[in-house]
Nanobody, 130 residues
Framework: QVLLVESGGGSVQPGGSLRLSCAAF????????IGWFRQAPGKGREGVSC????????YYADSVKGRVVISRDNAKNTVYLQMNYLKPEDTAVYYC???????????????????????WGVGTQVAVSS
């Protein structure tokens, strides 16, 4: 059984930083692209970032580009999302999930979509406010 577990969320002031972690169990992390999504209250699930199985390619949503860095340590079966210069609009529950199909980020229309991912974690809350 595949299980992904997010951690690292918290409450920060605008301009602050957080590093989220996604630990994968039951799959060989290097064989799958891993995506990060977020969902704010009353809104749909938004694709934030994705990293290929090898770590050599990545995707960032325009809303976080330049402020977020995704990385992975396949030896630890863990993917990280370093978030800097956080804004109140970054407040959401953040989820990680594994690509259904393989080791490349499944971009469609220049974006990642939740329907292309599986084995969702329960999420970690990020709250940005002053």
């Amino acid at each position: 059984q595949v299980l992904l577990v997010e951690s690292g969320g918290g409450s920060v002031q605008p301009g602050g930083s957080l590093r989220l972690s996604c630990a994968a169990f039951g799959l060989t992390a290097g064989h799958y692209a891993i995506g990060w999504f977020r969902q704010a209250p009353g809104k749909g699930r938004e694709g934030v970032s994705c990293i290929s199985g090898s770590g050599r390619s990545s995707y960032y949503a325009d809303s976080v580009k330049g402020r977020v860095v995704i990385s992975r340590d396949n030896a630890k079966n863990t993917v990280y999302l370093q978030m800097n210069y956080l804004k109140p609009e970054d407040t959401a529950v953040y989820y990680c999930a594994a690509d259904r199909y393989g080791d490349q980020c499944p971009l469609l229309g220049g974006m990642i979509h939740a329907t292309d991912f599986r084995s969702w974690g329960v999420g970690t809350q990020v709250a940005v406010s002053s």
